[in-house]
């Protein structure tokens, strides 16, 4: 069983920075983000596979937030830039063993408590 910490989430004002960070307790194949706003479907957001072999993001935050990880620390990181209002919502990290659908929930075998994202206009 892989324990999964987010951390990093507040409020910022509209077109500022937020970088989330996810503490696993040992090493997956692929980390990633999903998020979900208030009356709205879980949705994905990044993902991210060990050596950076490959990389996804949504179309709604593609050029404004990048994934990274930290393999020695068993740690992902999702830097957000340019927030929008439309960004608020809480951010759940996910972890898994598959290499491939990593745009979908089925794909993670493991979810944290999710953090909270809140951008003000």
């Known amino acids: 069983q892989v324990q999964l910490v987010e951390s990093g989430g507040g409020l910022v004002q509209a077109g500022g920075s937020l970088r989330l960070t996810c503490a696993a307790s040992?090493?997956?194949?692929?980390m990633g983000w999903f998020r979900q706003a208030p009356g709205k479907e879980r949705e994905f957001v990044a993902a991210i596979t060990r050596s950076d072999l490959w990389v996804f993001y949504s179309e709604s935050v593609k050029g404004r937030f990048t994934i990274s990880r930290d393999n020695a620390k068993n740690t992902a990181y999702l830097q957000m830039n340019n927030l929008k209002p439309e960004d608020t919502a809480t951010y759940y990290c996910?972890?898994?063993?598959?290499?491939?659908?990593?745009?979908?929930?089925?794909?993670?075998?493991?979810w944290g408590q999710g953090t909270q994202v809140t951008v003000s206009s």
């Open positions: 040992s090493s997956t194949f692929s």
């Open positions: 996910v972890a898994g063993t598959r290499n491939f659908g990593l745009e979908f929930r089925r794909a993670y075998d493991y």
